[in-house]
């Protein structure tokens, strides 16, 4: 039989380790007494697997039966638990194993000193052995209690405790998104690992995305530190959205663990979309499939041309601070403090953004007069909510997707910003 245990999720003080107790009965009992037996308790191993500063084993008072004609009835079965009791600073993945010999283990349930949710485990077809099925928390005591039945139905049981190492080297994930807002339908789920992953097989399966209603949600891996998601096409409005983070106690490289365990939800907003056409100088805004408004607009000069491709707005900014020497300019090609209703849609500085300083002649709707950001007529410090960059940043959202088109420089890189949209499923899937 398979059986689950509890876990915790954060580690405890030290505590004294408890002795191992192995105590074997009868099924029917017909007298009981108490003997000590000098009987082998749990397995070993070096610190690095099993722990360091286990206290030696020992032998607890074993209950025991008679038989008829008087002579004790005792278990064959031996269970042996690793690491050893009392043992400090254990591997959290591939140091936890229970076995018997003979007989079959029955039950075993592996407690953290927090409680917390199961740690699933199964024992093995045989009955010999019982192993978790994913990696134990960091800096948790966990307490062992396993039982096994000889050929004759006698039990023997054995009881253990250990506490699992804190790494002196983490790995975290930077996510981008916040519990319980609301995103644009093109949301990509973004995570920056604060050191290089070199186990990305580790991290796909202690990281997902699901949604509800369900759709396929899948990973895309740009580099060795940096994993987005999304679905083939963009969310539907109303879908709940959840990154679960399952990285504590996993090596995300040799000697580097993660230490997060959470799940974080977000819900998907209206559908709205918006193209900027860089020829036409217009920002066309749909939403739910209807146009709903068309603004004049100023892209990119012909030195500096717009990036193509869907980019989605990663912030908004009442007031951004644009000076040139940020994007790779000259010093004093412009340097502007109080740039209003800021919208970010790329990592290397394009904005949707107001324009107060070109008036005299405007330029929206004209020409493209920009250094490669998408600039809608404002006033200087943005009070004036009948401007049309006022009324865009009012009505946006992040995660909202501005596709640019018709401009002559290339297509965005789909990790620039949260570009992702700009690669096809099947190149998606493939990384």
């Not at 990509?188 to 580790?202: G, N």
Request: glycine share 12%; net charge positive.
């Amino acid at each position: 039989m398979s059986t689950t245990a509890a876990g915790a999720t954060s580690g405890s003080g030290a505590q004294r380790p408890r002795s191992r107790r192995r105590i074997r009965r009868a099924l029917p009992a017909l007298a009981v007494c108490v003997a000590l037996l000098g009987v082998g308790a749990c397995g070993g191993g070096d610190g690095k697997k099993d722990g360091k500063d286990a206290k030696d084993d020992k032998v607890a008072p074993i209950a025991q039966t008679r038989a008829p004609d008087g002579a004790p009835r005792v278990s064959q079965a031996v269970v042996t638990i690793a690491p050893k009791d009392g043992a400090t600073e254990v591997a959290t993945d591939g140091a936890l194993k229970v076995s018997a010999s003979a007989g079959k283990l029955t039950q075993v349930t592996v407690t953290g000193s927090e409680g917390g949710k199961p740690v699933e485990g199964t024992i093995s077809p045989d009955g010999a052995s019982w192993q978790p099925a994913a990696a134990l928390q960091t800096g948790t005591k966990y307490a062992v209690s396993a039982t096994a039945t000889d050929a004759a139905g006698l039990v023997s049981a054995l009881q253990s405790s250990f506490t699992t190492l804190t790494p002196a080297n983490a790995n975290y994930g930077v996510f981008n998104i916040d519990a319980n807002e609301t995103y644009g339908v093109g949301m990509i789920v973004s995570l920056e690992f604060t050191k290089k992953v070199t186990d990305k097989a580790v991290v796909n399966q202690s990281v997902k995305v699901t949604s509800d209603p369900a759709v396929e949600v899948k990973g895309h891996w740009f580099g060795n530190q940096r994993l987005d998601f999304r679905p083939e096409k963009y969310w539907k409005p109303g879908t709940k959205v959840t990154l679960h983070l399952d990285l504590d106690g996993k090596q995300t490289s040799p000697g580097v663990y993660g230490r997060q365990k959470k799940d974080v939800t977000f819900t998907v907003g209206r559908a709205q979309t918006s193209v900027a056409d860089h020829t036409a100088h217009t920002l066309t805004i749909t939403r739910d499939g209807a146009l709903l408004k068309k603004l004049p607009a100023s892209l990119g000069d012909a030195e500096n041309p717009s990036w193509n491709g869907r980019m989605t707005i990663m912030s908004k900014e009442p007031t951004v601070h644009m000076d040139s020497q940020t994007v790779g300019l000259a010093k004093g090609v412009y340097d502007i403090k109080d740039v209003p209703h800021g919208m970010r849609l790329s990592s290397t500085g394009t904005y949707v953004h107001g324009n107060y300083w070109r008036t005299d002649p405007l330029p929206f709707g004209k020409e493209n007069t920009s250094h490669g950001c998408v600039s809608l007529q404002d006033v200087k410090g943005g009070g004036d909510p009948n401007m049309n960059a006022a009324w865009f940043y009012k009505e946006s959202l992040i995660g909202d997707v501005v596709e640019v088109i018709n401009s002559p420089r290339k297509v965005v890189d789909p990790d620039n910003g949260w570009s992702g949209w700009a690669m096809d499923w099947a190149g998606w899937t493939a990384g």
